[in-house]
Every structure is written in structure tokens, then in C-alpha cells.
């Protein structure tokens, strides 16, 4: 039974609302399908950092640091709290203006954008550091338990699939006209909800 348990407890935390599906939504609306995926694939990929020093113990000397862990802790909440005064600056501007900036994000910013926001996350780190300290024990080779690996393996695929979904979802037809009249509204609650996540990570002791 631990794999289901395991299984589930991923899901629940991928689907569970946060920072990175608030950026993915905020790039999917205002920069197209096409931001939203790669934005989602940035997310996808930071699992991959955060499986790596979890599986080789980093982020436990990390967390026992209370300088690094600090450092860490401050640098993403400064960048969330970036991108949401971002957002609310672009409300503010004009549609026209909207739609220039749109034109204006590459794909590797929004892949950037979407690793920063998850790999600068210490919520992230202690939670997989929680998973794989029971997973891994300091006499267990990775050779004869793949448990680790196959679970880090599902958690990448995991956060990639369910990104990826609400990607397509807010950029399907049946919703594009009424998210385009919603955009400075959107912009606006993306923007709060972003500062307010880097605020209570900032806050939090």
C-alpha cells in the first residue's frame, strides 16, 4: 500500500492550488497556449533539481543551514513577489499594451519563469526532503530500491501532465472570449495571488 499512498499524496500535492499553477495560468491567459506549456515544462523540469539533492542528501544539510535555508527561502519569495507586481503592472496598462508584452515573452522566458518559481520554493524542498528520508536510508543502495527513482520519475511526469491540462484548459475556445474580457481582472488576481505567496513565504519563520 505504500506506492498508492505514495501515488495520491503526489497528486493531491500537484493539483493543489500554489505558486506555480498561478504563474501557469497568468502566462496561459495572457501569453497564449503555447507560454502556458512551456511555462509547465519549467515547472516539470525544477522537479527534476529538487528529486536530484533530495536522492544525494543536499536538502538536509540545506534545511539544518539556517543561513542557506534563509537565503533560499528569501530569494524566492523576492522573485514571486516580482512577478506579481509584474502582473499587476501589466493590468494596468492598456490592451494594447498587453497584447505588445505578449508578443514580446520567447519560450525560454517562460520556461525560466515556471523552473524559478518552483526550484526557488523551500515549501518544495522540505517536501520532497520529507518524502525521500522515508524513502532512502543511509544503508539503502538506489540499485536495490528504485522505489526512490521510479516515485521522482512520476512526480516530474505528474507536475508536467497537470500543468500542461491547465494550460490547454484556459486556453480553450469555449473559454478564450470570456478569459479576454477577464484578462485585466485575471492580471490583477494572478498578480495579488503571486505577492501574497511570496509575502507568506517571506513572513513565514
Not at 110 to 126: A, D, E, I, R
Not at 153 to 169: E, Q, R, S, T
Request: hydrophobic share 50%; glycine share 8%; proline share 3%.
Amino acid at each position: 500500500m505504500e506506492w498508492l499512498s505514495l501515488a495520491v499524496l503526489g497528486v493531491l500535492i500537484v493539483i493543489s492550488p500554489g505558486a506555480d499553477f498561478v504563474l501557469v495560468l497568468k502566462n496561459s491567459v495572457n501569453q497564449g497556449r503555447s507560454a502556458g506549456l512551456w511555462t509547465a515544462m519549467g515547472v516539470s523540469s525544477a522537479i527534476c533539481v529538487h528529486i536530484a539533492y533530495s536522492m544525494l542528501g543536499i536538502s538536509y544539510l540545506i534545511s539544518q543551514n539556517e543561513a542557506l535555508f534563509s537565503t533560499i527561502k528569501y530569494a524566492g519569495a523576492a522573485y514571486l513577489i516580482y512577478l506579481g507586481l509584474k502582473g499587476l503592472f501589466s493590468a494596468a496598462a492598456d490592451s494594447e499594451t498587453i497584447e505588445s508584452d505578449s508578443m514580446q515573452q520567447q519560450p525560454y522566458q517562460s520556461f525560466f519563469q515556471g523552473f524559478l518559481c518552483n526550484v526557488l520554493n523551500p515549501k518544495t524542498m522540505l517536501f520532497f526532503l520529507s518524502i525521500f528520508s522515508q524513502l532512502i536510508s543511509p544503508n539503502t543502495e538506489i540499485s536495490s530500491n528504485p522505489l526512490p527513482l521510479i516515485y521522482g520519475v512520476y512526480m516530474i511526469v505528474l507536475h508536467g501532465v497537470w500543468f500542461a491540462l491547465v494550460a490547454f484548459l484556459f486556453t480553450s475556445q469555449a473559454l478564450q472570449t470570456r478569459l479576454q474580457r477577464m484578462k485585466k481582472a485575471l492580471n490583477r488576481l494572478c498578480g495579488a495571488g503571486l505577492i501574497a505567496f511570496g509575502s507568506i513565504l517571506a513572513l513565514k519563520s
